[in-house]
């Protein structure tokens, strides 16, 4: 038996992007709400960017959801680059933008969004199973879902696709409407979260053996990464060969700066296909919604975009 309900936009994925929408949305009056297919101790577990540009850290401080953000992040005038045998160069972003960035984790930004949905009586739906998108192109979509054993409706004005590259929204736009360019590198990722002081800046070492790279989360997690091989297993990488090969890459004033005794054991990921850059257009004739429904064609939330996005997976 099927179970309906009614909103004004169905928002699939429930993590910054899904959640900061709907957040914005309720602000103006509008109705949403939030499917995502994993728990929420999954999704407040995922370790994922941890640098905000300015544009983003503006965004949130608007929405009321920078409180914490500027008082645990840490900002930066900008970032460094240091080539092998060559001095590291500060690119002094806010000296020459009047912008700066903002060291904050995806983790903190979506336990703040969480915490503003429910103050704000907003649903987000946990564990929803099997979503699909239905009658986009027809002016009156719905998504079904699964919960629980139970198979649930929500019809709505518009869905917005937040849930990623490998979501089901992305996979439900018509194909004569997306076009799709994508390269491969034949490279992977191998990175380490560490709770010990950061080095100071965000540097990218360039190495003839392979890219480095030293970020940070907060004043005690710090964050590493280096470029590795597509068939590398995390089991080959124990912390006294990843932490050699790294100091290896970067600038030995850096290497020796850099702390890595660690109380804890530092969380580790890979990758096991190719790094991907991929830029999508797609044109979708979607009026945006607003706090009264308007008549007129109603699809997903797009309009006609260009995506560009460049991830290691």
């Given amino acids: 038996m099927e179970t ?7 928002i ?6 899904g959640l900061l929408l709907s957040h914005i949305l309720h602000r103006n009056g509008i109705d ?28 949130l401080r608007e929405v009321g ?3 914490r953000m500027d008082r645990e992040g840490h900002a930066h005038d900008g970032s460094a680059i240091a080539w092998e045998g060559r001095p590291r160069f500060f690119i002094d972003t806010k000296k020459f ?28 739906i946990d564990e929803a199973d099997n979503v699909r998108l239905h009658e986009l192109t027809l002016g009156r ?8 054993r139970s198979r649930q409706r929500i019809d709505c004005d518009y869905v917005a696709g937040c849930d990623g590259y490998h979501g089901v929204s992305r996979l439900s736009i018509p194909s004569s409407l997306l076009t799709t360019y994508e390269k491969s590198y034949p490279f992977g990722w191998l990175g380490i979260m560490s709770e010990t002081p950061p080095y100071p800046d965000l540097c990218y070492c360039y190495h003839h053996r392979g890219f480095a790279l030293a970020s940070m989360r907060n004043p ?36 020796h700066s850099i702390v890595t005794q660690s109380k804890n054991l530092s969380r580790r990921y890979g990758a096991s296909s190719p790094s991907r850059c991929v830029m999508e257009h797609f044109s979708w004739p979607a009026t945006p919604p607003t706090s009264s429904p308007q008549p007129g064609r109603r699809g997903l939330i797009w309009r006609s975009q260009t995506f560009s996005t460049c991830r290691a997976r």
Avoid: N
């Fill in 4 to 10: 309906a309900t009614r909103t004004q936009v169905a």
């Fill in 12 to 17: 699939i994925g429930g993590g910054p992007a």
């Fill in 32 to 59: 949403s709400i939030v499917l995502e297919r994993q728990s929420r101790a999954h999704v407040l577990a995922r370790i994922r960017a941890g640098v905000l540009e300015a544009g983003t850290v503006a965004l």
């Fill in 65 to 67: 959801l920078g409180a």
């Fill in 97 to 124: 933008t009047g912008k700066a960035m903002m060291a904050y984790g995806q983790t903190a930004i979506t336990e703040d969004l969480y915490s503003a949905r429910e103050a704000a009586g907003g649903q987000v």
């Fill in 141 to 148: 979509p719905y998504v079904t879902y699964e919960k629980e």
């Fill in 220 to 255: 005690m997690l710090s964050r590493y990464y280096i470029q590795c091989d597509l068939d590398a297993q995390l089991e080959d990488w124990p912390d006294d060969r990843f932490w050699q090969e790294f100091k290896a890459r970067c600038p030995q004033d850096m290497a």
